[in-house]
């Protein structure tokens, strides 16, 4: 089970807490704010499937950078209506056979299809 407590601290600032590990979310002062979370989770779901297509496929990488870029809406309700994902290998040419396989793996990366299923919200009030 999947699993993070998030306490608010003080105003719009939260401390989330999963699996021995914190972070502080602030909806208001610039700082990383709950949608910049969800953007960073996918770039970093995306990140760690790379790594598992370099494994398996024995590719020469090192370092590559996500990018994950999105625009709020500017009516309610707000949310994302699109979501841009950029991959940078850091000067690695694939060629188009290897490049579509990597798109389709990072694809299968469990953020992904959670936002592409809608998952179904259960909130309730204690």
């Given at each position: 089970m999947y699993q993070a407590e998030v306490f608010c601290a003080k105003d719009m600032t939260f401390?989330?807490?999963?699996?021995?590990y914190e972070i502080t979310i602030d909806g208001k002062s610039g700082a990383i704010s709950p949608l910049d979370t969800?953007?960073?989770a996918l770039g970093?779901?995306?990140g760690v499937y790379i790594r598992k297509f370099v494994e398996s496929t024995k590719?020469?990488?090192g370092n590559f950078l996500v990018r994950v870029e999105a625009d709020l809406t500017d009516k309610a309700p707000y949310r994302f209506d699109q979501i841009r994902l950029s991959i940078d290998l850091q000067g690695v040419i694939l060629d188009e056979s290897k490049r579509e396989s990597l798109l389709r793996f990072v694809k299968n990366c469990p953020v992904h299809e959670t936002l592409k299923a809608n998952p179904e919200m259960l909130i309730s009030i204690k």
């Open positions: 401390q989330v807490k999963s699996k021995g969800l953007l960073a970093a779901c995306a590719l020469s990488l």
